[in-house]
Structures are given as structure tokens and as C-alpha cells.
């Protein structure tokens, strides 16, 4: 099956600074990469995510990064605010069939932006 | 449009006994995923309905069950309970198997005693 490897899993930025997050994927197959916002005792929210058929997408103050021959994917934060502090959990998905296979989730980024 | 909803909140049961949890998604969406959220394993993928059907499992014991009802509500049950079944279950709602995007739910927090 699918593994997702998530870096690192710790990260401090001072605010206005960026933070970059990189996730690694196996399967050759993944065709959807979301990426998860959660803060403390809330649920998971999603912020961006890319498909295969794209290389980059950028919403606001946040881009994701595809590199498919490398399988691996970045999600960029720029001037970053305290409301950015939060664990970020990157993901990959197979489409097949007509239908989605679950999500493989990395273990997570705790991002802490220091003020 | 209301959100992703779960209930109970929170629970707590002892081993042996059985659960059910039930999730309500967002209105028109007929897909529901089911994901274990733990410390040491992360979010892990329990399975996927739609239209009243699994489509998918993950690598969960027989333990783990669940069905989806015609109004696209869906239920999982856990039977036996274990102790290493305490975590966050949460549910993800998306308008197809077809559509990736996944939507979740606030959880319902599982403690086995």
C-alpha cells in the first residue's frame, strides 16, 4: 500500500518568516495530495491540495509543490502569522476505478511560530 | 450549509464492551470515510461508503465494522474493545467517491478502560 513520509516533524519559524513542509509518497499511482490543518482539540481542516496533472498551486499566503517523478510534495507558508501554529499533516490518495481510496496521511508537522 | 457532524462527542467504555458511532455529512454529500486518529499511529484509514456500500478498508481488524444508511448517515462499530482502540474517530464527508476532497467531522473521543 500506499506510505507517506512526513518532514520534519517539528518546525519553528519566526513570524514573517516562511516554513516549508516536505512529505514523500510511494506509490507512483497517487494522483491527489491534500494538505490538513489541525489546531488543538479541533478537527482536521483541509487548506490546499494539488493533483497529478499540476506542479504548483498557490492560495494566498500558502503553495503546494508536486514533483512526480521525485513523488514527493512541499507546502509552503509565507509570512507567517500566529494563527499558522497548528499541526499540518500532509496526504496522498489513489484514484482508481471511478472512485478515491482512502487518504494515507504523514505523521504530522507541529509548526510553532514564534512571535 | 451545515457541516460534518458526530455522535457522540465523547465516550468511554471498558474492554470487551461494543460501540457505535454514528456521522451525519454534509447535506448532498453521499460519500463517508472513517479515519482512527492516535498518537503513536497518526490518522490511519478505517474505510468508505457510499450509496449504502463499502468501497474501500483499510487495514483494520474484523473488529471494526460499519454501513451507511440511504440518507447517506453512516454508523461504525467497534466490537470486543480493546484498550489500544482509545483515540479520536473521525468521519470525512465528500460529495463522491469520484471527488478527493474530504471534509471532517468534530470526532468522537474513545476511552477504553
Known amino acids: 500500500g500506499e506510505n507517506v513520509e512526513q518532514h520534519p516533524s517539528t518546525l519553528s519559524v519566526q513570524e514573517g518568516d516562511s516554513a516549508v513542509i516536505k512529505c514523500t509518497y510511494s506509490?507512483?499511482?497517487?494522483?491527489?495530495f491534500p494538505w490538513y490543518k489541525q489546531e488543538l482539540g479541533k478537527r482536521p481542516q483541509l487548506i490546499i491540495d494539488?493533483?497529478?496533472?499540476?506542479g504548483e498551486k498557490k492560495d494566498q499566503r500558502i503553495a503546494v509543490t508536486l514533483n512526480k517523478t521525485a513523488k514527493h510534495f512541499s507546502l509552503h507558508i509565507t509570512e507567517t502569522q500566529p494563527e499558522d501554529s497548528a499541526v499540518y499533516f500532509c496526504?496522498?490518495?489513489?484514484?482508481?476505478?471511478?472512485?478515491?481510496?482512502?487518504?494515507?496521511f504523514g505523521k504530522g508537522t507541529h509548526l510553532i511560530i514564534q512571535p | 450549509k451545515a457541516g460534518v457532524t458526530q455522535t457522540p462527542r465523547y465516550l468511554i467504555k471498558t474492554r470487551g464492551q461494543q460501540v457505535t458511532l454514528s456521522c451525519s455529512p454534509i447535506?448532498?454529500?453521499?460519500?463517508v470515510s472513517w479515519y482512527q486518529q492516535t498518537p503513536g499511529q497518526g490518522l490511519q484509514f478505517l474505510f468508505e461508503?457510499?450509496?449504502?456500500?463499502?468501497?474501500n478498508k483499510g487495514n483494520f481488524p474484523g473488529r471494526f465494522s460499519g454501513r451507511q444508511f440511504s440518507n447517506s448517515r453512516s454508523e461504525m462499530n467497534v466490537s470486543t474493545l480493546e484498550l489500544g482502540d482509545s483515540a479520536l474517530y473521525l468521519c470525512?464527508?465528500?460529495?463522491?467517491?469520484?471527488?478527493?476532497?474530504?471534509?471532517f467531522g468534530p470526532g468522537t473521543r474513545l476511552t477504553v478502560l
Open positions: 496526504a496522498a490518495s489513489i484514484k482508481s476505478g471511478g472512485g478515491a481510496d482512502g487518504l494515507t
Open positions: 447535506s448532498g454529500h453521499r460519500s
Open positions: 494539488i493533483r497529478s496533472n499540476v
Open positions: 506509490d507512483s499511482a497517487s494522483n491527489y
Open positions: 461508503y457510499f450509496s449504502e456500500t463499502q468501497r
Open positions: 470525512a464527508s465528500h460529495r463522491l467517491p469520484s471527488y478527493n476532497e474530504q471534509f
